[in-house]
């Protein structure tokens, strides 16, 4: 089934304490982005891939990292998580952004961060 | 930068139709997307304009006039299930996201 996995789901953490969610897509895309989505602010994007080795900064870049090194994965890093990082995640992929390739996305990742 | 905005909140009876409007202002255009949100759940896809007029997908429309800077999302014959947050998204060669229309069908 094509897809696009995340994990964790869920995950409660403290402020500081360093964290990664993996994101994983089985399409062969070419194109992968990480989003946040906050109430009232909609998706946000914090960093994207046009393919492997090349990531590029979103709206929202602070306080995260995120790699490229094989084309089915791109794991978002919070090197010191702080409570304005508590969001829903969103990883998606595509074939690439032009045309009308659609995005999907994974299932969101709810991180607290206390 | 990007701005892109829609209304925060729509009601309507089952049944109905409700016209979800998107303005935006980017610096570049490269298409339209209308996506679909579920509480709780990611974003599905629903259209996708890049040349003027409307696209009809069953009970879904989407319009677009470029040199206006505005596109709508037409659902018919609305239905309980179509309650949902609806996200416009603009393609300037990134994808930018308004925040999103709650529309609330009722009985």
């Known amino acids: 089934e094509a897809q696009v996995t995340q994990n964790p789901r869920y995950l409660i953490t403290v402020t500081g304490k360093k964290l990664t969610v993996t994101c994983s897509q089985n399409?062969?895309?070419?194109?992968m982005s990480w989003y946040r989505q906050d109430p009232g602010l909609g998706l946000r994007q914090i960093y994207y891939?046009?393919?492997?080795?090349?990531?590029d900064k979103g709206d929202v870049p602070e306080g995260y990292k995120v790699s490229r090194k094989e084309k089915r994965n791109f794991p978002l890093i919070l090197e010191s998580p702080s409570p304005n990082q508590t969001s829903l995640y969103f990883c998606?992929?595509?074939?690439?952004?032009?045309?009308?390739?659609?995005?999907?996305f994974g299932p969101g990742t709810r991180l607290t961060v206390l | 930068g990007q701005n892109i905005d829609q209304p925060t909140e729509m009601t309507a009876t089952e049944g109905a139709i409700v016209q979800i409007n998107c303005t935006y202002q980017?610096?570049?255009?490269?298409?339209l997307f209308w996506y679909q949100q579920h509480a709780g759940e990611a974003p599905t896809f629903l259209s996708y304009?890049?040349?003027?007029g409307l696209e009809e997908k069953g009970r879904f429309s989407s319009f677009l006039s470029r040199s206006k800077g505005y596109s709508y999302l037409l659902l018919k014959e609305l239905q309980m299930k179509d309650s949902a947050s609806y996200l416009c998204?603009?393609?300037?060669?990134?994808?930018?996201f308004g925040a999103g229309t709650t529309v609330t069908v009722r009985a």
């Open positions: 399409m062969n895309h070419e194109y």
């Open positions: 998204a603009v393609n300037d060669y990134k994808l930018s």
């Open positions: 980017t610096s570049g255009f490269n298409g």
């Open positions: 891939s046009m393919n492997v080795e090349v990531t």
């Open positions: 304009n890049v040349l003027d």
């Open positions: 998606a992929s595509t074939p690439t952004l032009l045309g009308g390739n659609e995005q999907f």
